[in-house]
């Protein structure tokens, strides 16, 4: 008989189950069927042990009814026992549930939950290959003889509706084999083969320093241009060739199409991709290819990072401050800390990189904790774009048809159109109006649910919640005085599509926003024909701003980030100097000479002259004045705790309770700050409240954390999310 300790599909409950099996030995890592509280579900096994006692004997020792496993639910473990290690590392470091990080590392038709039994499974399909035995040919039709000389000069030919008949034919007169294959679900491009670029010597010694150097972690920095991938491609084929394999990270669905063909021309079809916008059938193929052994490497976003590779050598992050590298919903992890972890299991090297840094990575880099090169050329020494500050207050800058579209502006843009080259406009919200207010009493629209305010879509003609994604009726009455007559204002995408349209009507335009993507199913259509020269203007959110590639855009223009600057988070000033300098990076990338526009309220901001210069340095030595200031970042570590409850008054009562614990708990150990409402005061029937916690060590307060925090995380009607390393507070 076998003990088997089973985490079940409730993620609340973090500890694993005992149950007992008397059939063959059974793995670690597989799932199954039991019976749980009178209701059957699935679990995971964690831990498998052998004894010799009884069942009676068993439930005895342990003061409970052992229970039987009802069923296995897999042939063998859908994770090797690194990737187990990992999350249990994951769930530690985290402070999460184990079942909640396993659910992050699978895709949806393995997980461990009921769902998952009637997820999509594996697809078969018919290959039909010459049966060399055969010799009568004399006896076949000429339709017949046609699919027969195919088939043999392929070697093989998949069975369609169409073929279907004249295979049989051929089928019961001896002349094919058939046989059935796996179906692999998701289509790539057949990208041409190319030869490696020749690296200029920059790019050698950058090669040269990341290979030779010890540390595991490693920063590139490289400006807009310099040619930061084919570095990636380079050290992947040194990689390869010791017979390891890579993880390629990008911090946005949008660039996963342009980063696979890199590497797909470089390296051929043993290549898999990996992000939430496959169909969970197209996923449950590509992790059963790479589970296999038959992938090299792996593209994809975040969740990439727990691809079932078994030698991994090299993993990259590129565009490493992107803040889609953390993951914004429970496990609250972060994909460089994950891969650090991995590292370590492999030997591996870690390299991340970025145009602009975030300020944590280059902190590191400069105590050298992690290694560093400085990439400061264009690759084909072609200048930095020109940038003009536009200050739109100033009401003479701005045009009659639209007061977010500056002179200056419309100008440049109709010097890009007649010359038969691109623009691409920057606008960071997506939608119509970013603001709905009633015109008699002056309430603004806002999500029932969230409790923060709707943005208007045209296209659609609803309100949109951005946090939660609901919807509702324009035409909806005012909630405190039933008036239907409404004020529409802000600036976003579908507006500036509308607004430029009408000041160009003979440019061709496209808009990518989130809203696009959904209907697209990806982005990659969007950018594929702005690339093909389709469009004259390409209009989105900060997915146009970082990664692309474009040889005939000459303008970039970034509008309305203001609004970034006032936001209360201590990343606001970082996030709002790297999307604009990675937006101005679009520009004059090959031959042409680049311009930029940034139009804003505050030209004075030191975040606006630093992205002006395109000056990393020179920002990063203000800003780090700032964190050390505001005891942030990098100098002190965070960490949040945000707790939900139905009742208002319960949470803050509780939450009140919980910091007066963790105040004696910690000490001098960690500052205790809150509670406040979060950004979303409410999420769906329930409160939120948060508490900040601010410290140095975290080993040294994790236990103190951990003890306080445990009778809090039991109550059922109670949620207690932890936030290690929080993006934003």
């Given at each position: ?10 993620s609340k409950l973090n500890r694993p189950f ?45 003061g409970f009814e052992l229970a039987k496993i ?470 989105g959110t900060q997915m146009v701003s970082k ?183």
């Amino acid at each position: 008989m076998q003990l088997i300790e089973v985490f079940t599909q409730y993620s609340k409950l973090n500890r694993p189950f005992t149950y007992y099996y008397d059939g063959d030995d059974l793995e670690v890592g597989v799932r199954v069927l039991i019976d749980f509280n009178n209701r059957e579900i699935v679990g995971y096994v964690a831990a498998v042990k052998s004894t010799k006692e009884t069942i009676e004997t068993a439930s005895k020792r342990l003061g409970f009814e052992l229970a039987k496993i009802t069923k296995i639910l897999d042939e063998k473990p859908l994770l090797t026992n690194e990737l187990m290690e990992l999350s249990e590392n994951v769930t530690s470091y985290y402070l999460t549930n184990r079942i909640s990080v396993l659910n992050a590392m699978l895709p949806p038709s393995l997980r461990p939950s009921k769902g998952s039994l009637s997820a999509p499974k594996i697809a078969m399909q018919k290959k039909v290959s010459f049966k060399p035995e055969f010799t009568d040919f004399d006896k076949l039709t000429d339709k017949q003889s046609s699919l027969l000389s195919e088939i043999m000069t392929h070697g093989s030919v998949l069975q369609t509706s169409k073929n279907r008949t004249q295979i049989m034919q051929l089928l019961n007169k001896g002349a094919v084999i058939v046989e059935e294959i796996e179906k692999y679900r998701l289509r790539y491009e057949d990208y041409p083969r190319e030869d490696p670029h020749e690296l200029t010597n920059l790019q050698k010694e950058a090669v040269k320093s990341i290979l030779e150097d010890y540390k595991e972690t490693f920063l590139l920095h490289g400006i807009t241009g310099s040619g930061k991938t084919e570095i990636y491609l380079a050290l992947a084929a040194h990689y390869l060739a010791q017979n390891k394999q890579v993880i390629m990270l990008v911090p946005e669905i949008a660039l996963t199409g342009t980063m696979l063909a890199n590497f797909y021309r470089r390296f051929g079809k043993k290549i898999a991709i990996l992000h939430s916008e496959l169909t969970p059938a197209e996923k449950y193929d590509e992790y059963r290819r790479i589970s296999a052994g038959e992938v090299d490497i792996v593209v994809g976003a975040r969740s990439a990072i727990f691809a079932p590779l078994q030698n991994i050598g090299l993993i990259i992050l590129d565009e490493e401050h992107a803040e889609t590298y953390k993951q914004d919903v429970a496990p609250f992890y972060h994909a460089l800390t994950v891969a650090q972890m991995r590292a370590k299991s492999f030997n591996a090297k870690v390299l991340v990189g970025s145009a602009t840094p975030s300020i944590e990575t280059m902190a590191r880099a400069r105590k050298e904790v992690y290694g560093y090169y400085y990439l400061g050329e264009r690759i084909n020494l072609q200048p930095l774009p020109e940038t003009t500050v536009v200050n739109m207050l100033d009401y003479k800058n701005v045009t009659t048809t639209s007061p977010y579209i500056s002179k200056l502006l419309a100008t440049e843009i109709r010097k890009a159109i007649d010359a038969k080259t691109q623009v691409i406009l920057l606008v960071n919200r997506r939608g119509y109006a970013t603001f709905v207010s009633c015109r008699e009493c002056g309430e603004s629209k806002k999500c029932p649910a969230c409790a923060i305010s709707l943005t208007y879509h045209k296209v659609g003609n609803n309100l949109k919640c951005h946090h939660c994604g609901l919807s509702f009726p324009k035409n909806d009455p005012c909630i405190k005085c039933g008036s239907t007559n409404f004020s529409y204002t802000g600036f976003a995408t579908q507006k500036a599509e509308e607004d430029i349209q009408k000041m160009f009507p003979d440019a061709r335009i496209l808009r990518l926003d989130s809203d696009v993507s959904r209907k697209d199913k990806t982005p990659q259509v969007v950018l594929n024909k702005f690339m093909n020269h389709e469009a004259d203007i390409l209009i989105g959110t900060q997915m146009v701003s970082k990664g692309h590639d474009f040889p005939l855009v000459s303008l970039v223009a970034v509008i309305g980030t203001d609004a970034n600057l006032s936001i209360p988070s201590f990343r606001s000033s970082e996030r709002t100097f790297q999307l604009i300098t990675q937006a101005i990076g679009r520009s004059g990338r090959e031959k042409i000479k680049g311009k930029a526009i940034i139009q804003t309220m505050m030209p004075e901001h030191y975040v606006i002259q630093h992205a002006k210069q395109q000056d990393y340095f020179g920002f990063y030595e203000v800003e780090i004045r700032h964190r050390y200031l505001t005891s942030n970042p990098p100098f002190y570590f965070l960490l949040s705790i945000t707790m939900s409850h139905q009742n208002e008054r319960t949470v803050k009562d509780t939450i009140l309770t919980l910091k007066l614990n963790l105040i004696k708990a910690l000490g001098e150990d960690a500052t205790v700050i809150g509670p406040t409402a979060t950004f979303y005061p409410a999420s769906g029937k329930t409160f939120n409240e948060t508490l900040i916690v601010r410290y140095k060590n975290y080993f040294k307060i994790k236990p103190a954390l951990l003890t306080t925090l445990s009778p809090f995380r039991e109550q059922s009607s109670l949620y207690v999310h932890i936030n290690v390393d929080p993006y934003d507070v």
